[in-house]
C-alpha cells in the first residue's frame, strides 16, 4: 500500500519537475512547484500511514500552510515581473548572470 | 621589567604620533624620534656581562597559565645587537622620511613605531605562541605603510607581502602547536616556553616537518630564494623609510629566527636539512647578484642585492660554527646599514628626479658630488670592500662555512665578483658618463647626518668590531652548545 | 725611530682625509701642499726608519708595530700590525719614493684639471693602500690593502668619467682583478681553516711544519694565491685589463699600473715563498706563466701605435720577468728587478706623458715624431729609461736586474725558459727603441706645444739617473736573508760572465734592428707591423684574448642576465593567482541567472546525492 502511495508521490514529483524545467511560463512555474510540494506531502502521508505516526499528516498539514504562503510570495513576484519586464519568461530576468 | 618597556615605549610613542600628527606634522616626528630616542637609551643601558645561558636580562609574566602560554621575554647578546640595530635603524627612518612623508603623518609614524615594536619584541619573545602574535604585529602595520605610502604599484607589492608572510606564518603556527602538543605528549602539561620546548624529544620524521613549518616562515622573510620574490616588489614600492625597515630588520627577523627557533629547536633535523639550506644559500647569493646587474629600476636593484646578501646569512646560520655565525650576525648588523643607506639615497634621488629609472639618472658625479662619493662608499660595502663591515662579515661567514662545506662555499664566493658587477653597474651608470644637465639639490645636512652615521658605523664594523663580536660570543656559544655544534 | 713607522701609511691616508673633507673649498696650491706633500713627508719618515732599521738592525731583521686587534673569533686573530724587514723596507722606499716623485710631477701635469682636489686625494688613498699592503704583517690585512689599491686603479682609470671608454675600463680593472683576489680569498679560507692564522711568519712557520711539500693542502693554497697575484700583475690569463687601464691619467698609470701596484703580485709571491716552496709545481707554473706571459706582451708591444699602450703591455712583459724570477726560485732576483722597474717604467710613463702634455693628447707614435729638438729633456730622460728597459749593457739599471733573472733560470737549469727570457729581451730591445726612434727622432710630427716644467722634469731627471745607477744598488745582498737564500749556483762564475755578454749582445742587437727599422731617415710606415700582416693585427689586439672572454664570459652573463631580469621564480606565485583566476571564471559561468537551469542543477544535484545514498 504505502509503496504504490510513494511511487505515486514520485511519479507527481517527477511531473513537477519535468514541467518546472520545461515551461517557460512562470504561473505554470508555480503550478509545478505547487504540484511537487503535495507529491512531497503524499509522500509524507504514506509514510506516517505505513508506520502508525501522526508525524506524517501534521507535516503535510505545515507544508499546505507553506505552499499557500508560497503561492502568495510567488504570485505577487510574477505581477513585480510582469511590470517589469513585460514578460512571464522567468528567463528574461537573467539579469544575475554571472 | 626593562624588556617590557622596550616594547612598549615605540608602541605609545606610536599612539601618541597618531593625534600629534593632526595638529602639526612636526610633532609627529618629534613624538617618534623621542620615543625611539628613550628606546635606545634603555636597551643601551642593558648592556653589561652576560647571566647564566647568555641571558642579559629576562622578564616572565603567566598569560594563559592553563595552556602554558606566558608574556616570556628575554635577552641575550644577540637580541640585544639586533635591537640597537632596530633603534639605530629606526630612527634614522624617522629622519629619511622627514621630507618625503607629506600626508597622514601622524598615522605614518604610528605605523612605523608599531613595525619597530614588533620587530622588537620578535628579538625578545620567548613563548613562542607570543612570537607568533608578535611576529604577526608586525606585520599589518608594514602593509599599511607600503599599501598608503608607496609608489606606483603599492597595493600590488603590499599585498604580495602580506600573502607570503601570512601564508609562511600559519606553518609556522601549525609547526608551534605540533611542538607545543609534543611536549604535552611528554611532559604530561602544556607549555610553549622556549627554555621548556628545547628539550621535547622529537621522531625524526615529525621533527623534520616541524622543523619545516618554521623554515617557511623565516625563509619567506629571509628570503630564500623561490621564496623571495615578494622582496623586489615591497622594497621598490615602499616608501624611504619602508624599504629600510623591510631591508635593514624585517628581513633579520628571519635569520634570528633560524638561529634562535627553527635549530636549536631541532638540531638533528636541521642537521639533515643543513645541505640543502647552504645549497640555497649559495643560489642566493649568485642569483640575486645576477637579477641584480640585469635591473634598471634602482630600489629593485637594492632590493635583489639584499637576497644576494642573505644568502650569506642563510649559509653561514646552516654552517654553524663559530666563525660562520659571528660573520652572520655581522652581516645582518652591517648589511641593514648598507643597504639602508642605499635606499635613503635611492629616496633622495628619487625625490630630486621623480625617477628611479637607471637608463634615465646618468653623470650626475658633477652635479650632487656628494651624494655620489657617499653613493660609491656604500656601493663598495655592498661589494664587500675590506675595511668595511660587510667584508668582515662575508669573509667569517665564508670561512665557516668552507670548514663545514667548500663547493657552496665557493660558488657563493663567486657572489663577490657577481657584487662587484652590479655595484659598480650602479654607481657607474647613475653617477658617471657625460655630465647631467640637471641642476639638482646635493645632500642636505639631515641626510648627510644619517648616509654619514651609517658610514661611520660600517668603518668601525670594517676595522674594529671586536666590541660587537664580544656582546654576541656569549649568546652564540650558548647556541652553539645547544644545537651541538662546533664551537 | 722605528716606531714612526705607522706615519708612513698614515701621513697619506690623513691627506686622502683632508682633501676629500676639505679638498672642494681649499685653494689649488693647497691642494697641492696637501697632496705631494703628505706623500713626502711619508718618504721622509721611510727614509728615516730605513737609516734606523739598517743602521740598528732588529733581532731577526724584523720589527714589528702593532696598531690594534682587528677581531679575535675562535682563535682567529687577525691585527693590524705593520711588518717591517728587508723586503717590506725596499717596497716602501720604492711605493713613497717614487710615489712621491709620480705626485710632484702630477701637480703640473693636472694643473688644468677642475677635479685638482679629487685626483690628489685619489692618489694619496692609493698610496696609503699600497703602504698598508707593503707593511701588512696579516695576510687578512695585506688583503685590505690588496683591496684598496684595487679601488684606487678603479677611480683613477675612471678619472675622467665624462668618457664612457673610461668608464668602461675602470670597472674592467676592478672586476678583472677581482677575479682574482676571490681566488686568493678562497686561498685564505683554506689558509684559515687548516693553519688557523693569517699571520704572514706563522702561517710560513705553520706550514712548514704540517704540510709536506707537493701536499694536496699547500698546492691549492698555493695555486689560489696565485691566482689573486696574477690577476693584481696582469699575467695570464687576467692580463686583459693592464692595457685598457691606461685610460687614466698619465702620472696614474706611472704610478699603479707601472711602479707600485701591478708589482703587488710579486711582492705577494715573494712574501709567500715558502708556501710556494712546498707547491713546487705551481712555482713552476709561476715560472712559465711569466714566460708565457712576457713573451705575448713583449709580441703586443711591438705592434702597439698608442704610445700609452706599448707602455702598458711592456709593463706586463716585465712582470713576467719578474713572475720568472719568482719562480725560478729568487725571489731576491725578481724584487731587485721589480724595483729597477719601478725606476724606469714610471720614467718612461711619466715622458710619455711629457710628450702627451706637450703634442695636445695626442697617443699615436706615428703622428708624433722628431721630438728630439723641441723637449730635450724628455728625449734624453726617455733615452735612460728605454735603454733601461731595452737592458742597454753595463750602465743601465735594467740590465743588472735582467740579467740576473735570466741567470737565475739558467742556473736553475731551467734553459727553456731562459730561452724563451732571452728572446724576449730581444724583442724588448726592439720594441722600446722603435718608441724612441718614431717619437724622437725622423720628421717632425705634431708641434710640441706646453713645455714641461721643472715640477715634471726633476722627477724625470731623478728618475732617470736611477735607472742608470739604480743597477748598482746592492740589493740581492739585502734581500736574500729575508727571501731566502738562491739555490746553491751549479755553474761556475765564467758561465754567468758569459751569458751577461750574450744578454748585452741581444740587447744591441735590438736597439739596433730597431736603428735599422725606424731610427734611420726615409722610413715609411711601421715595417714590423707590415710584415706581420694580419698577424700584427692579432698581436694588437691583445692576441684576442678580449675578443675570446667576450664570448666566453661577458655575453653569456650579459644574456643570462637579461634573460632572468624578470625573475622567473616570479611566475610560480603568478601562477598561482592565474589558477585561482581560472577558477574564478569557471564558477561564475554557472551563475547565469536562468531560473530553469538552477532549478535542473539541482534536481541533477539531488538525483546524484539520492544515487550515490543508495549505491554506497
Known amino acids: 500500500m504505502a509503496g504504490e502511495a510513494l511511487a505515486l508521490a514520485a511519479v507527481l514529483f517527477a511531473l513537477g519537475l519535468v514541467g518546472l524545467l520545461v515551461r517557460r511560463n512562470l504561473i505554470f512555474v508555480l ?8 507529491a512531497a506531502g503524499l509522500a509524507f502521508v504514506a509514510a506516517g500511514a505505513r508506520w502508525g505516526q501522526p508525524d506524517g ?7 499546505l500552510a507553506i505552499a499557500a504562503a508560497e503561492v502568495a510570495v510567488g504570485l505577487a513576484l510574477v505581477l513585480r515581473l510582469q511590470t517589469a519586464f513585460r514578460s512571464l519568461d522567468p528567463d528574461a530576468a537573467s539579469r544575475l548572470g554571472g | 621589567m626593562k624588556l617590557v618597556a622596550l616594547v612598549l615605549v615605540p608602541l605609545l610613542g606610536g599612539l601618541l ?4 600628527g593632526r595638529r602639526r606634522t612636526e610633532w609627529a616626528r618629534i613624538a617618534a624620534v623621542l620615543a625611539l630616542g628613550v628606546d635606545l637609551a634603555l636597551a643601551l643601558s642593558l648592556l653589561g656581562p652576560a647571566g647564566p645561558g647568555g641571558w642579559l636580562a629576562t622578564f616572565e609574566l603567566p598569560w594563559i597559565p592553563s595552556l602554558g602560554i606566558g608574556l616570556r621575554l628575554g635577552l641575550d647578546g644577540l637580541s640585544l645587537v639586533l635591537v640597537l640595530l632596530t633603534l639605530l635603524v629606526g630612527l634614522l627612518a624617522v629622519f629619511a622620511s622627514w621630507s618625503e612623508i607629506r600626508e597622514r603623518v601622524g598615522f605614518f609614524h604610528f605605523n612605523l613605531c608599531w613595525v619597530l615594536a614588533g620587530i622588537l619584541g620578535v628579538f625578545l619573545a620567548l ?4 612570537f607568533y602574535f608578535l611576529w604577526e604585529l608586525m606585520l599589518v602595520p608594514m602593509v599599511f605603510l607600503i599599501a598608503l605610502w608607496g609608489h606606483e604599484r603599492k597595493t600590488y607589492a603590499a599585498i604580495k607581502f602580506f600573502l607570503y608572510t601570512q601564508a609562511s606564518g600559519l606553518l609556522m603556527l601549525l609547526a608551534i602547536l605540533g611542538l607545543g602538543l609534543a611536549h604535552q605528549r611528554a611532559a604530561g602539561s602544556w607549555s610553549f616556553a622556549y627554555g621548556d620546548l628545547l628539550g621535547v624529544s622529537l621522531e625524526p620524521t615529525l621533527a623534520l616537518w616541524l622543523m619545516l613549518g618554521f623554515f617557511a616562515a623565516f625563509a619567506v622573510k629571509l628570503p630564500v630564494v623561490v621564496l623571495h620574490t615578494w622582496l623586489p616588489d615591497a622594497h621598490s614600492q615602499a616608501p624611504t623609510a619602508g624599504s629600510m625597515v623591510l631591508a635593514a630588520l624585517l628581513l633579520k627577523t628571519g635569520a634570528y629566527g633560524l638561529l634562535r627557533f627553527a635549530i636549536p629547536l631541532f638540531p638533528d633535523a636541521s642537521v639533515r636539512f643543513a645541505p640543502v639550506a647552504m645549497v640555497l644559500g649559495a643560489i642566493g647569493v649568485i642569483y640575486g647578484a645576477v637579477l641584480a646587474f640585469a635591473q634598471t629600476d634602482l630600489k629593485r636593484l637594492v ?4 637576497v644576494s646578501h642573505l644568502g650569506f646569512v642563510l649559509l653561514g646560520i646552516y654552517a654553524w660554527t663559530s666563525f660562520s655565525l659571528t660573520g652572520t650576525v655581522l652581516q645582518m648588523v652591517a648589511h641593514g646599514l648598507s643597504t639602508g643607506a642605499l635606499f635613503v639615497l635611492a629616496g633622495a634621488l628619487y625625490e630630486r628626479t ?6 634615465r639618472l646618468r653623470g650626475l658625479a658633477p652635479v650632487v658630488p656628494r651624494m655620489g662619493a657617499a653613493a660609491l662608499f656604500f656601493a663598495l660595502a655592498s661589494l664587500g670592500l675590506p675595511g668595511l663591515g660587510n667584508f668582515v662579515a662575508e669573509f667569517l661567514v665564508l670561512v665557516g662555512a668552507w670548514e663545514v662545506r667548500p663547493i657552496p662555499t665557493t660558488i657563493a664566493a663567486l657572489g663577490l665578483v657577481a657584487a662587484t658587477l652590479y655595484s659598480l653597474r650602479f654607481f657607474q651608470r647613475a653617477f658617471h658618463g657625460p655630465a647631467a644637465e640637471a641642476e639638482l639639490a646635493d645632500l642636505r645636512p639631515r641626510e648627510l647626518t644619517v648616509l654619514g652615521a651609517m658610514g661611520v658605523a660600517l668603518l668601525w664594523l670594517g676595522l674594529a668590531p671586536q666590541p660587537l663580536f664580544e656582546v654576541v660570543a656569549p649568546a652564540l656559544d650558548v647556541l652553539l652548545r645547544t644545537a651541538g655544534g662546533t664551537p | 725611530m722605528l716606531d714612526l713607522l705607522w706615519l708612513v701609511p698614515v701621513l697619506p691616508l690623513a691627506g686622502f682625509l683632508a682633501l676629500t673633507f676639505a679638498g672642494r673649498r681649499l685653494a689649488k696650491p693647497a691642494v697641492t701642499a696637501i697632496g705631494v706633500g703628505s706623500v713626502g713627508l711619508s718618504s721622509l719618515v721611510a727614509g728615516a726608519v730605513a737609516a734606523a732599521f739598517l743602521g740598528h738592525m732588529p733581532p731577526g731583521g724584523v720589527h714589528r708595530q702593532i696598531l690594534w686587534r682587528w677581531f679575535d673569533v675562535a682563535g682567529l686573530r687577525p691585527e693590524i700590525s705593520l711588518h717591517l724587514d728587508a723586503l717590506s723596507l725596499v717596497m716602501i722606499l720604492v711605493v713613497t719614493g717614487v710615489g712621491f716623485l709620480i705626485h710632484l710631477y702630477s701637480a703640473q701635469f693636472m694643473e688644468e684639471d677642475a677635479d685638482f682636489a679629487r685626483f690628489f686625494a685619489s692618489m694619496n688613498l692609493f698610496v696609503a693602500m699600497m703602504l698598508v699592503l707593503v707593511l701588512a704583517g696579516d695576510l687578512l690585512l695585506l688583503y685590505l690593502g690588496w683591496e684598496g689599491v684595487g679601488l684606487c686603479s678603479f677611480l683613477l682609470i675612471g678619472f675622467w668619467y665624462g668618457e664612457p671608454a673610461n668608464v668602461l675600463a675602470a670597472r674592467k680593472a676592478f672586476v678583472v682583478t677581482r677575479v682574482g683576489d676571490v681566488a686568493m680569498a678562497i686561498g685564505l679560507f683554506i689558509l684559515v681553516d687548516r693553519l688557523g692564522t693569517l699571520d704572514l711568519q706563522a702561517v710560513v712557520a705553520r706550514a712548514e711544519a704540517q704540510w709536506a711539500p707537493g701536499s694536496a693542502a699547500v698546492v691549492a693554497v698555493a695555486a689560489l694565491l696565485l691566482g689573486g697575484a696574477v690577476g693584481k700583475s696582469a699575467q695570464l690569463p687576467l692580463q686583459t685589463w693592464l692595457p685598457d687601464a691606461m685610460a687614466g691619467p698619465t702620472p696614474v698609470s706611472a704610478l699603479i699600473h707601472a711602479a707600485t701596484m701591478v708589482t703587488a703580485g710579486v711582492y705577494l709571491v715573494a712574501r709567500t715563498g715558502g708556501l710556494f716552496e712546498l707547491a713546487p709545481s705551481i712555482r713552476t707554473a709561476v715560472a712559465v706563466i711569466g714566460t708565457a706571459t712576457l713573451l705575448l706582451a713583449a709580441g703586443a708591444a711591438l705592434v702597439q701605435r698608442d704610445i700609452k699602450r706599448i707602455l702598458a703591455y711592456s709593463t706586463i712583459s716585465q712582470l713576467g720577468y719578474m713572475f720568472l724570477g719568482l719562480g725560478v726560485g729568487s725571489a731576491s732576483a725578481a724584487i731587485f728587478h721589480l724595483v729597477t722597474h719601478a725606476f724606469f717604467k714610471a720614467l718612461l710613463f711619466l715622458g710619455a706623458g711629457a710628450v702627451i702634455y706637450a703634442c695636445h693628447h695626442e697617443h699615436d707614435i706615428f703622428r708624433l715624431g722628431g721630438l728630439r ?5 724628455v728625449t734624453w730622460t726617455f733615452v735612460a729609461g728605454a735603454a733601461a728597459l731595452a737592458g742597454f749593457p753595463l750602465v743601465t739599471a735594467g740590465f743588472y736586474s735582467k740579467d740576473l733573472v735570466l741567470w737565475r733560470a739558467f742556473a736553475g737549469g731551467h734553459f727553456l725558459l731562459w730561452g724563451a727570457g732571452l728572446l724576449g729581451a730581444f724583442v724588448t730591445a726592439l720594441y722600446s727603441f722603435r718608441l724612441v726612434f718614431v717619437v724622437f727622432w725622423g720628421e717632425t710630427g705634431t708641434e710640441a706645444g706646453a713645455r714641461p716644467g721643472w715640477r715634471m722634469t726633476v722627477p724625470l731627471t731623478i728618475l732617470a739617473a736611477l735607472s742608470l745607477v739604480g743597477g748598482w744598488l746592492g740589493l740581492p745582498a739585502v734581500l736574500e736573508p729575508v727571501l731566502g737564500a738562491a739555490e746553491e749556483m751549479a755553474e761556475p762564475h765564467g758561465t754567468e760572465l758569459l751569458l751577461q755578454v750574450l744578454a748585452g749582445v741581444v740587447s744591441l742587437g735590438g736597439i739596433a734592428l730597431a736603428w735599422a727599422l725606424y731610427g734611420r731617415p726615409g722610413r715609411h710606415g711601421d715595417p714590423v707591423a707590415d710584415a706581420l700582416g694580419p698577424v700584427g693585427r692579432w698581436w694588437r689586439a691583445g692576441w684576442g684574448f678580449d675578443a675570446l672572454y667576450d664570448r666566453l664570459f661577458v655575453r653569456p652573463y650579459d644574456a643570462v642576465a637579461r634573460a632572468l631580469e624578470k625573475d622567473p621564480v616570479d611566475r610560480l606565485p603568478a601562477a598561482a ?21 538552477y532549478a535542473l542543477s539541482l534536481a541533477a544535484g539531488a538525483t546524484f546525492a539520492l544515487y550515490l545514498v543508495l549505491t554506497l
Open chain 1, 31 to 38: 503550478l509545478s512547484l505547487e504540484v511537487m510540494l503535495n
Open chain 1, 57 to 63: 499528516q501534521v507535516t503535510f498539514l505545515f507544508i
Open chain 2, 17 to 20: 604620533a597618531w593625534p600629534l
Open chain 2, 127 to 130: 613563548d613562542l605562541v607570543l
Open chain 2, 303 to 306: 632590493a635583489y642585492t639584499s
Open chain 2, 354 to 359: 621623480h625617477t628611479r629609472d637607471l637608463e
Open chain 3, 373 to 377: 729638438r723641441s723637449l730635450p729633456t
Open chain 3, 577 to 597: 593567482a592565474g589558477l585561482a583566476r581560472g577558477f574564478h571564471r569557471a564558477l561564475a559561468l554557472t551563475q547565469n541567472g536562468r531560473l530553469r537551469w
